[in-house]
């Protein structure tokens, strides 16, 4: 199946306004989608409105940032979860906040380093309701500091890279998975390749109900897509659960230079996709 079950829009750090994306989206034949955005619900509305008016079935999404008891951190996908659930919206919206703190830090950091961004710098890329990286890279971007947003995470706001701050306050990941779970959604771990987490990951799946993988990516590989499905294989046979096996291709935007910044370029095979619906309909 054509399908595409991470994307981000304008509402977080993406380069595309729902309707645009959902074009986008039909212009490439896909048949199910997901809008995913960091920390908002806001441009759930709107997408799937177009979603609709092009025949494709929309399936609310959202990503979550948490931190693993290991001290990574990892992203957790939520699914078909109750949008208007006030402690769901409380939560996220608490989070925002904590963005727009760490934000404001980066900020200082550039003036301590001498670059020459300021907040206006910033504001002019963030046209939803999320603060994140990409705001401040694309700012480094409009300044001359960096040629693309590729360039400028490798330079200075990666892990580890001169702007780099780390969010004072997160979720853990099995804080993440009860938020989803109990506004009626399905948690998906995002990308897992990105942590080589995979014993946390058969932990949150035994004792805290974790629904799934992410196990089709785009910088997943054939090695890895069979690695994961090997590790929800074995999580299936401790639980007696089917473990989801979703994907997506955690599209942004082309600008930011990254191989495999297309939309629909995983494919979600049709098993996966009839479990995936199928979930989703008993919530």
């Known amino acids: 199946m ?3 079950l991470h994307m981000h829009s304008t509402y977080s750090d993406g380069g595309y306004d729902p309707e645009a994306l959902m074009q986008k989206c039909a212009d490439g034949g896909l048949t199910m989608v997901s809008l995913t955005d960091h920390d908002t619900t806001g441009g759930l509305v709107a997408a799937r409105k177009y979603a609709d008016q092009h025949g494709i079935r929309f399936v609310s999404g959202i990503e979550l940032s948490t931190r693993s008891k290991s001290g990574r951190s990892v992203d957790i996908l939520g699914y078909n979860f109750d949008a208007e659930d006030p402690e769901f919206q409380e939560t996220i919206a608490y989070y925002r906040r904590m963005r727009k703190g760490r934000m404001a830090e980066m900020i200082e950091k550039c003036r301590s380093l001498g ?4 907040w206006s710098d910033v504001l002019v890329h963030v046209t ?3 603060y994140s990286r990409p705001h401040m890279a694309k700012a ?4 001359g500091y960096a040629e693309n947003v590729s360039d400028a995470f ?7 890279k001169p702007l780099y ?3 004072k306050e997160e979720l853990s990941p099995e804080q993440a998975i009860d938020v989803i779970q109990s506004a009626g959604g ?3 771990v995002a990308h897992p390749v990105f942590y080589n987490l995979d014993d946390e990951i058969a932990e949150w799946a035994v004792y805290n109900g974790l629904d799934g993988i992410e196990v089709y990516h785009r910088d997943h590989s054939k090695e890895t897509i069979a690695r994961f499905c090997r590790l929800a294989d074995r999580i299936e046979e401790k639980t007696g659960r ?3 096996r979703t994907g997506g291709s955690d599209f942004h935007h082309e600008s930011f230079g990254r191989d495999g910044e297309e939309i629909g370029i995983t494919k979600l095979p049709h098993k996966e996709a009839d479990q995936f619906l199928s979930a989703i309909r008993t919530r």
């Open 2 to 4: 054509k399908a595409d």
């Open 115 to 118: 670059i020459n961004v300021e």
């Open 128 to 130: 939803g309701h999320t």
């Open 140 to 143: 480094l971007v409009d300044k």
């Open 154 to 160: 490798k330079r200075y706001v990666g892990y580890g």
């Open 165 to 167: 701050v780390q969010k």
């Open 186 to 188: 399905v948690a998906i």
């Open 242 to 244: 089917t473990i989801l």
